[in-house]
């Protein structure tokens, strides 16, 4: 029971801040490389998935074939009912909940939440937020994408996750998002909301992801640096060393 939600907050007590590593199933040829670069550097833990990640099957194999090279939890994140492999240790059990479908609000969980008990993955209820537009989180969530000064807005989306009784919530600007949340965001959110929260999107170096964690996030999330940059295993290094720091 709550075997990953432990550790996570093991992680969190042992080094204060941590990252995780978004590995898109559908973007990599070769994953488990990947996978235990990632876990070497420092990540906490591996998330499969992403908005348009919907070939189940490819995402099971992946999933399997990094399971037995890396001992840091796998986490699913779906972006829709595909988004399930019975073979992950955790999903983020996200609720969209600034999406004007209520497909992505309550409609997806309900048709994956018994395929998550069958298969006993543990669920992390996960208030997903999303902030700007243009993204492909963004576009296939349907989101009434929050402006990125308008702080309250977010705010108030991640106390009313809180009082829904999510225990994390994630300030998404999207997968390769021009911009990224501003700190100013984050520390209005974190001022509030009591539980984990995880920040993610467009975050590339390790000043910004210093200051997203001095500002409140205890988690963050980097998928697009390591897809597309060259030298993304100093950068990532660098990243976790600063927000260790
Ligand atoms: C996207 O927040 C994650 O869901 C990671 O974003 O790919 O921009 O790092 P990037």
Not at 59 to 67: A, R, T
Not at 122 to 129: A, D, K, R, S
Not at 134 to 139: E, L, P, R, V
């Amino acid at each position: 029971m709550n075997r990953v939600e432990n550790y996570i907050n093991d992680e969190l007590k042992k080094h204060k801040k941590i990252c995780f590593a978004l590995l898109d199933s559908e973007n990599y040829y070769d994953i488990s490389t990947i996978a235990k670069r990632v876990e070497s550097l420092g990540a906490s833990a591996i998330l499969v998935g992403g908005s348009s990640a919907i070939d189940q099957l490819n995402l099971d194999k992946l999933v399997i074939s990094i399971k037995t090279l890396i001992s840091i939890p796998i986490i699913l994140f779906p972006g829709n009912v595909t988004g399930v492999s019975p073979n992950a240790d955790a999903i983020l059990f996200t609720s969209l909940l600034n999406s004007e479908d209520p497909y992505f609000i309550s409609g997806a969980q309900a048709l994956a939440a018994l395929l998550v008990k069958k298969y006993e993955i543990e669920p992390l209820p996960t208030g997903y937020i999303i902030i700007g537009e243009n993204t492909t989180a963004w576009f296939v969530g349907r989101a009434k994408g929050i402006p990125f000064e308008k702080n309250k807005i977010a705010v108030m989306y991640a106390l009313a996750a809180q009082y829904l009784g999510m225990r994390f919530v994630y300030l998404e600007a999207g997968s390769g998002a021009q911009k990224h949340i501003s700190p100013k965001m984050v520390s209005s959110v974190r001022k509030y909301f009591d539980g984990l929260l995880i920040v993610g999107g467009g975050i590339k170096d390790s000043v910004v992801a210093k200051e997203l964690v001095d500002a409140g996030a205890d988690i963050l999330v980097i998928g697009t640096l390591i897809e597309q940059d060259p030298n993304w295993e100093k950068k990532f290094s660098n990243i976790i060393s600063a927000i260790r720091s």
